[in-house]
């Protein structure tokens, strides 16, 4: 390969390793907005109480404001449900039409509106580095047109979870509403991390050639739709913490686990029998891996990540699950997930060499 060649594989690598990096920054941001309960802070999208620098005190704000944006989120919302009927979901639209917890404005709080304003500039600074990325990987066409095409369905994602963002806002935070925008944040790290993986197989130096047992790549695939499932689960013991929180007036935080219910309780024992497979699942790597190889790293650093999940979410359920843990525990949840995406790319080449040539 050309040396010009090779510096252009190395420009975009650099350019989409930080895009992802920029992206998992944002899930902690986003992190911090729902434990401080700060996702209304802006009640429009994509401005903040119609300007593009939010005020700082609600004396500069009508005196009617909450009726005025309540109106506005409504009608959005209508538009949103006529959307779902004409895509078959018609129950779910129903449901969404009659949901009066929509209804409720919350009041201005200055704190709570620049902590989601810092949230979407954070958003669009992801937006111009993806939209950078499809730039650059224009110089790669010829090389591997599959990069061009990853990076511009990162572009296409980024776009639609920005408009998944702005119907959040809209049904005031509706619960299922944000796990599809989590799950949409994270198949936007898939996709970068999958371009920025092909881009590596354009170096010589990125050639494998130890084979690796089909067996322990369906073991890691099992143990990462697990892990996904368990994110998800993690969103439904957030959304409990939320009511219970709410029915308690935000105090007594160290009983509030216990009256989560069952799903924490299926999340914690679900945590059990993640930790098994992933136990079996190093065993079996390290025992085939060849030391000192990027695929030991990667499950190194997959196994410090599992440690602090674990860690951080036994301090959330014995210590009243203090608000700072929240962002944190999910950020790790997320990253195991792209680190385990990684590894299955690696294993999926190392179990098929010839795959590298053919992708």
Not at 95 to 111: G, M, P, V, Y
Not at 288 to 304: D, E, G, I
Request: proline share 3%.
């Amino acid at each position: 390969m050309a040396q010009s060649t090779k510096n252009k594989v190395n420009s975009y690598r650099r350019l989409s390793g930080i895009t992802v990096v920029a992206v998992y920054f944002l899930i902690l941001v986003g992190g911090i907005v729902r434990s401080t309960g700060s996702g209304m802070g802006c009640p429009d999208w994509p401005k903040c109480f119609g300007s593009v620098i939010p005020p700082t005190s609600v004396n500069q704000l009508p005196v009617n404001y909450q009726e005025i944006y309540l109106e506005k989120r409504l009608a959005k919302n209508e538009r949103f449900v006529a959307t779902l009927s004409k895509l078959g979901f018609k129950e779910t639209a129903n449901q969404l039409a009659n949901d009066k917890s929509i209804q409720i404005e919350e009041e201005f709080n200055a704190t709570k509106t620049w902590i989601e304003y810092i949230n979407r500039l954070i958003g669009v600074v992801i937006g111009l580095l993806i939209l950078a990325t499809l730039v650059k990987s224009f110089s790669l066409w010829s090389q591997d047109k599959w990069i061009a095409i990853t990076a511009f369905l990162s572009l296409v994602l980024v776009a639609f979870t920005g408009w998944i963002g702005s119907i959040v806002v809209s049904t005031n935070l509706l619960a299922w509403m944000i796990t599809v925008h989590m799950l949409l944040a994270l198949a936007l790290v898939a996709v970068l991390l999958y371009s920025h993986r092909r881009a590596a197989r354009l170096l010589a130096t990125n050639q494998i050639t130890s084979p690796m047992p089909k067996k322990i790549f369906g073991l890691l695939l099992a143990a990462s739709i697990l892990m996904l499932i368990q994110v998800v689960l993690g969103t439904q013991v957030r959304e409990g913490i939320d009511r219970v929180s709410f029915a308690m007036g935000n105090m007594l935080r160290e009983e509030w686990v216990g009256k989560v219910g069952l799903v924490f309780l299926v999340h914690r024992s679900f945590s059990l029998v993640l930790l098994a497979l992933h136990v079996l699942y190093f065993v079996w790597a390290f025992k085939f891996s060849t030391r000192h190889s990027s695929l030991t790293y990667w499950n190194q650093a997959l196994l410090l990540l599992l440690v602090l999940e674990i860690i951080s979410g036994m301090g959330m359920a014995y210590f009243g699950i203090p608000a700072y843990l929240q962002p944190v525990h999910l950020l790790f949840g997320s990253m195991i997930l792209g680190v385990q995406f990684i590894l299955l790319l690696q294993l999926k080449e190392q179990s098929n060499p010839k795959l590298i040539q053919q992708l």
